[in-house]
């Protein structure tokens, strides 16, 4: 059974960029679909983006096409990396990371109860 843990979180200011990590240990990393999703106060957890077994192939939402990007690390095999630029209050949230064995094309892997493996999460904050 795999446990993650996220880092990376923090304070900054509209337009500016942060790197999160998710590492995961007890499992195979590259197992595992791997992904993003943020929740802010009083709103669903929402679902950010995902990323293959292998690393090849990533999913997107919508606002955050082209800002954020997920990838696996190479060198440690066992930590998947989300970094954000252009960042807008708008992004506040708190970031969770999840694993799960189905294929990252799984449409209902953009739900949050489709997913089995979760971090505690991380805050970020974009001040305006």
């Known amino acids: 059974q795999v446990q993650l843990a996220e880092s990376g979180g923090g304070l900054v200011q509209a337009g500016g960029s942060l790197r999160l990590s998710c590492a995961a240990s007890?499992?195979?990393?590259?197992?595992?679909?791997t992904g993003w999703f943020r929740q802010a106060p009083g709103k669903e957890r929402e679902f950010v983006a995902r990323?293959?077994?292998?690393?090849?192939?990533?999913?997107y939402v919508d606002s955050v096409e082209g800002r954020f990007t997920i990838s696996r690390d190479g060198a440690t095999k066992n930590t998947v990396h989300l970094q954000m630029s252009g960042l807008t209050p708008e992004d506040t949230a708190f970031y969770y990371c999840?694993?799960?064995?189905?294929?990252?094309?799984?449409?209902?892997?953009?739900?949050?109860?489709?997913?089995?493996?979760w971090g505690q999460g991380t805050q970020v904050t974009v001040s305006s």
């Open positions: 990323i293959s077994r292998s690393g090849a192939s990533t999913v």
């Open positions: 007890g499992g195979i990393f590259s197992s595992y679909t």
């Open positions: 999840s694993a799960d064995t189905r294929n990252y094309c799984a449409r209902e892997l953009s739900d949050a109860s489709s997913w089995s493996y």
